[in-house]
């Protein structure tokens, strides 16, 4: 994989339509720091850019997937609060570019997902986990509060009383009662992990990826719409679906059985 920035720590590269984004800092367990954030955020407005990517792919390079925030530069920063700001309003830019993208985004994840990790994780659509991965909200470990969107997106995706449950006890949530709250779709085993999902993403990217996109996008943001407001929205998409290649090509095929 290649990098479309200087940093090293997030590597980018576009095969089979389906860009490839993978944290690259496993020394430290792809913990994000400010350069890393930056780089991320790089790599996400690249696949967004690129009319030949039809899918995202994201994942991490070794054993973690992500431990959300560097802990190690926030201690070590001169104004801490000025950094470990700085550091979520970038990291949460990041992932509201990801969660606004017109491509459909998979994620593949293992051995843990902590913190802003999970942020980064709920910011994709359909998430690959090992079944020995981990998940934790980590913050109340260390005296600190959601970042990056994650008291939003977690209640939404397991319900407040659940997202209360990991934010306020700490708890260690096992891959397989992940699956089963909905945090993520679909189990495999632990080596197999970036290769699934690199095999969902590319049966993406080969559907009627325009659509796809804008199923995401009508999902996503149907959480800051009204009811009238999401039908309306949705009239007017599927009259711009219709005039597609892709839906051109299908509707044709099955009228034709």
Request: charged residues 20%; hydrophobic residues 50%; glycine residues 8%.
């Amino acid at each position: 994989m290649a990098e479309v920035t200087a940093d090293p720590t997030v590597r980018y590269a576009v095969v089979d339509q389906v860009a490839r984004i993978e944290f690259n800092r496993p020394e430290a367990s792809n913990a994000v720091d400010l350069p890393m954030a930056l780089a991320f955020s790089e790599a996400v407005l690249a696949a967004g850019h690129d009319s030949a990517v039809r899918a995202v792919v994201v994942t991490g390079a070794g054993v973690r997937f992500c431990a959300g925030g560097d802990v190690a530069t926030m201690v070590g920063a001169a104004d801490p609060r000025a950094a470990v700001q700085e550091l979520a309003e970038t990291l949460d830019a990041a992932l509201r570019l990801l969660a606004g993208l017109d491509k459909p985004v998979v994620a593949g994840v293992k051995g843990a997902v902590a913190g802003a990790g999970l942020a980064v994780m709920l910011s994709c659509d359909l998430v690959v986990a090992g079944q020995g991965t981990r998940f934790v909200a980590a913050y109340s470990a260390v005296g600190l509060t959601p970042d990056c969107g994650l008291s939003w997106m977690l209640p939404r995706a397991v319900g407040q009383q659940r997202a209360l449950d990991l934010l306020l006890t700490n708890r260690v949530l096992p891959a397989a009662e992940a699956h089963a709250w909905g945090m993520v779709t679909e189990l495999t085993s632990d080596s197999l992990v970036d290769e699934r999902a690199g095999v969902l993403a590319a049966t993406l990217a080969a559907g009627p990826a325009w659509a796809l996109g804008q199923a995401r996008r009508l999902s996503r943001a149907s959480w800051e719409s009204t009811r009238s407001e999401v039908g309306a929205e949705e009239a007017l998409t599927i009259g711009r679906a219709v005039e597609t290649d892709d839906a051109s090509r299908l509707l044709a095929a099955f009228a034709s059985r």
